[in-house]
């Protein structure tokens, strides 16, 4: 068996994929394989200021990095969510908040409980009863494990980052667990000949990088897995049309604000992620409808502060590669596929990818079976989450552009229908396993984009409506009182994790 055993990894680009992959590898497999990182400072990478979802908190834990640490070398801050502004209408937001709002109680979770007292005519918010959402709005954070003198949970979070500095970050301990760094451009990719198996990389100084297995993290164009295999793509533009994105950071002003905003524009949406030294903004756009000069007009009018460069634009394609993984190489990052940054999901599936890999870790055989079987997964992975992104752009009723009117008539996935459908009856949830975003999340865009269902579950009527109206209340007071004791947001930074150079 020994004979059989994969011992030499080569991980194509840097970058937060390419660094992230060789951490993760050199932390299972530790010195047992020789883990090889070919990257190019002349090549730049697409880093933006960067927001994540709470299970990257994890995965610092496995790495064994510090939070703290972490955070202060990434000029990081804290993120509770995302507030959705002008998708639904006009004038309208809400905010997807981490964790799931109010308390459940038996068996169905608070939401319904929230529906059946909103449909007998109480006002009441949904997000009234969210602990991250009450801290968010009110600009306060603090790791709060469980709210005190309660069962209730406490805050997840996740980060928002200078992607930049996250690779540097993780390629120095990277590099101090034995993985190698070489610098240079790929000019050729040697495929064996009995197999088109991936034999080594020839670099344009002339070296020569052998692996047994390649890991694509080159971005867009997919050096390996599309140039050298020819995967193939499946492109989800027609249900995902934004095609552009101009990139701009800036000072930053006013109150460190502990989410992520993204406010619906013309054909498109811009993104704003506070961290500690900048604010990173973008505004992603469908070409179809806008042009990159208007695009870059429209954002510069709806930033704070002073520019800190020039306009950037990207070019991207909404989609994933029809195989992830082909013979002896893995594609991750945006190799792999993308999905526009709209739920801060290009980080996990950097993680989630990596992770299903080392769980299917193959020997030199390659058994097409598992490898067959990542693929399935990963198409999977992909398309719930591609459900949940079109899910914002499908329930809208803006009709004020032709890009809203188009998003609100276009045909969606059979998946998403079914789930839409399914919600409308009794706010009922359709959720897989493996979904990434479970029913708290389904629940809030479903509500903040305006689908309300004409019911709650049944269920939800068995306790009177006198009492579930005292148990909101002092819900409430028990919120309001834990939130109001938390330390302003950008103090609490300032205290535990100051950004140093």
Not at 95 to 105: K, M, N, T
Not at 248 to 274: C, D, E, F, M, N
Request: net charge negative; with cysteine.
């Amino acid at each position: 068996m020994s004979e059989h055993l994969i011992k030499k990894v080569v991980i194509l680009g840097g970058g937060t994929a390419g660094w992230l992959s060789a951490a993760m590898l050199a932390k299972t497999w530790g010195r047992n394989i020789a883990i090889t990182v070919v990257e190019s400072d002349e090549i730049g990478t697409v880093g933006v200021g960067e927001a994540t979802i709470p299970p990257l908190t994890k995965l610092l834990t496995f790495l064994g990095i510090d939070e703290n640490q972490f955070l202060s070398r990434v000029h990081g801050t804290f993120k509770l969510g995302i507030e959705f502004i002008d998708w639904y209408a006009k004038d309208h937001s809400y905010i997807h908040a981490f964790g799931a709002p109010g308390q459940p109680l038996g068996i169905l979770p608070f939401y319904q409980y929230w529906l059946a007292q909103r449909l007998r005519g109480h006002n009441v918010h949904l997000w009234d009863y969210s602990l991250t959402a009450l801290a968010a709005k009110q600009n306060r954070f603090g790791r709060l494990k469980q709210v005190p003198n309660t069962s209730m949970d406490g805050m997840d979070y996740a980060f928002h980052f200078d992607a930049g500095l996250m690779a540097q970050f993780l390629r120095i301990g990277c590099e101090n667990s034995g993985v190698t760094r070489i610098e240079g451009k790929v000019s050729g990719v040697n495929l064996r000949a009995e197999d088109g198996f991936i034999e080594s990389l020839t670099l344009q100084s002339g070296q020569v990088v052998e692996g047994e297995m390649f890991i694509d993290c080159s971005g867009f164009r997919g050096v390996l897995i599309e140039d050298a295999l020819k995967a193939g793509y499946n492109n989800w533009q027609h249900w995902l049309p934004c095609d552009r994105a101009v990139a701009l950071p800036t000072t930053s002003v006013g109150p460190l604000k502990p989410y992520t905003q993204a406010r619906a524009h013309s054909a498109g949406w811009q993104w704003r992620i506070p961290l500690q030294h900048r604010v990173g903004n973008g505004h992603v756009f469908c070409s179809q409808y806008m042009s990159d000069d208007e695009a870059t007009q429209i954002l510069l009018a709806n930033v704070t502060g002073e520019n800190l460069a020039e306009p950037r634009i990207l070019k991207f394609v909404t989609g994933r590669r029809k195989e992830s993984w082909v013979k002896n190489c893995l594609s991750l990052g945006l190799a792999s596929g993308f999905m526009e940054p709209l739920e801060s999901t290009s980080i996990h599936l950097v993680q989630s990818g990596m992770t299903r890999f080392l769980r299917l870790f193959p020997d030199k055989r390659f058994n097409p079976l598992e490898i067959a079987e990542y693929n399935r997964q990963t198409a999977h992975e992909y398309e719930l989450i591609r459900d949940f992104l079109v899910l914002h752009y499908k329930a809208t009723t803006r009709s004020d552009t032709p890009f809203w009117e188009y998003c609100r008539t276009m045909d969606i996935p059979d998946t998403l229908a079914h789930k839409i459908d399914y919600f409308r009856q009794h706010g009922r949830l359709l959720i897989e396993e493996d979904d990434l975003f479970r029913d708290t999340n389904w629940a809030q865009v479903l509500i903040g984009q305006g689908i309300m269902p004409g019911a709650a579950a049944p269920l939800a009527h068995a306790i009177g409506e006198d009492d579930l109206t005292d148990f909101m209340k002092n819900l409430r007071v028990i919120l309001d009182r834990t939130v109001a004791g938390l330390p302003d947001h950008a103090a609490f930074v300032q205290q535990n994790c100051p950004a140093v150079a």
